[in-house]
């Protein structure tokens, strides 16, 4: 009885031993990191492109079903890895149907583990929301606005972009 | 890509102004084919109310989510004189894609394949769906918008319809002017 029960004993300090192990070392899978996305309206939207605190904002617009906006999204992330926090912040503002944040856009963002904040525009006209970020923007996605520290937007293009074209970008504001 | 930009501020003001009783913008005629290769020109429209024309997407699903209601709308508005014309600018969708694109869809109305992104330059259109309303003398009445939400059931807005019965009851647009969110028009490099 004695030795079994020492077995018994044995064997679960290795299956804690194990899975100890386990999660200290293993690299934590996206599908199981989930991220924080929050909604943002239009008062938001100016809150946080005014809140600077020194910091140049790149802001990408972008949406699960925009197909260009899937294709551009790893360099996003790849640029938000390298960047630098100190001096810039990197933002996304999802224009899924909030209904899909479950559904779609967490589905997604679990694919990359996004070193940045996402936000889902909760919006009342999309007109509003469009003109906030530019008023010469007709609302095509993905589309990248570049503010720079004090809050001034320097830049706005539409299109997908690579990641050296984000770091151009970005490089050129002061 | 800097050059898109230039051309997204710039290109609303580039239309040719003509005075009437109100400035609207005026487009240029042109001479596209079809997914059939037979060349359709504006003009050859003259004798029409209006002409509609769509800039769509054979991959985008914002614009496959109006594809029904492009049909519905071609259905209620060919029998009053509008004609629809769906074309097509994105690089990576060929002409193949469209015409499978249009049959499944059941697309009654034209659908040209703009190469090279060349009428949509000149249109400076950037995303699809996206409406341009001419009249006869390629006046544009109306410039935007389907309608305002990509779920059918969700539309509180139907932009292009009030503009329609508006030139079709010989009113002006109220708002002649509308935007939404969609998928860029892919172009060349």
């Known amino acids: 009885m004695k030795q079994i029960l020492f ?19 293993m690299e934590p899978a996206g599908e199981n990191v989930v991220p924080e996305v929050t909604f943002i309206d239009e008062t938001g939207l100016r809150n946080l492109i005014a809140n600077r605190n020194g910091k140049i904002l790149l802001l990408n ?13 790893p360099d996003l992330v790849k640029l938000a890895r390298n960047i630098g926090e100190e001096k810039y912040e990197i933002v996304g503002i999802s224009v899924d149907e909030p209904d899909d944040l479950n559904g779609k856009v967490i ?68 | 890509m800097k050059k898109l930009t230039a051309l997204l501020i710039i290109g609303m003001m580039t239309f040719t102004n003509t005075h009437s009783t109100e400035i609207k913008k005026k487009v240029d005629n042109f001479t596209l084919e079809d997914y059939n ?35 519905e709308l071609n259905k209620d508005y ?19 894609e469209v015409k499978e694109h249009a049959k499944k869809n059941g697309f009654l109305f034209t659908v040209l394949k703009d190469y090279r992104n060349v009428i949509a330059d000149k249109f400076k259109a950037s995303v699809t769906p996206e409406v341009y309303v001419l009249n006869n003398a390629l006046e544009v009445l109306y410039h935007g918008r389907i309608d305002d939400s990509k779920n059918k059931d969700k539309v509180a807005s139907n932009d292009l319809r009030t503009a329609l019965d508006a030139i079709l009851t010989g009113k002006p647009v109220g708002t002649n002017e509308t935007k939404a969110f969609g998928c860029t028009i892919k172009r060349v490099d």
């Open chain 1, 61 to 73: 617009v972008w949406a699960t079903w925009c197909p260009p906006c899937v294709e551009e999204f």
């Open chain 1, 7 to 25: 077995f018994n004993i044995l064997m679960l300090l290795l299956v804690i031993a194990a899975a100890g192990c386990n999660s200290r070392n």
């Open chain 2, 78 to 96: 060919a029998s009053k004189g509008v004609v629809f014309i769906g074309i097509n600018s994105n690089k990576q969708e060929s002409v193949e």
């Open chain 1, 107 to 174: 589905p997604f963002l679990q694919k990359y583990v996004v070193p940045f904040k996402v936000f889902i525009a909760e919006i009342g006209k999309q007109e509003d929301f469009i003109n906030t970020l530019n008023s010469f923007w007709n609302g095509a996605i993905p589309a990248t606005f570049i503010y720079d520290s004090t809050g001034s937007q320097r830049s706005f293009s539409i299109g997908t972009k690579s990641y050296e074209q984000f770091i151009e970008e970005l490089k050129s504001v002061k």
């Open chain 2, 37 to 71: 290769g037979i060349k359709h020109s504006l003009t050859d429209y003259k004798s029409s109310k209006a002409v509609v024309i769509i800039f769509i997407a054979t991959q985008c699903p914002i614009s496959n989510a109006y594809n029904e209601r492009m049909v």
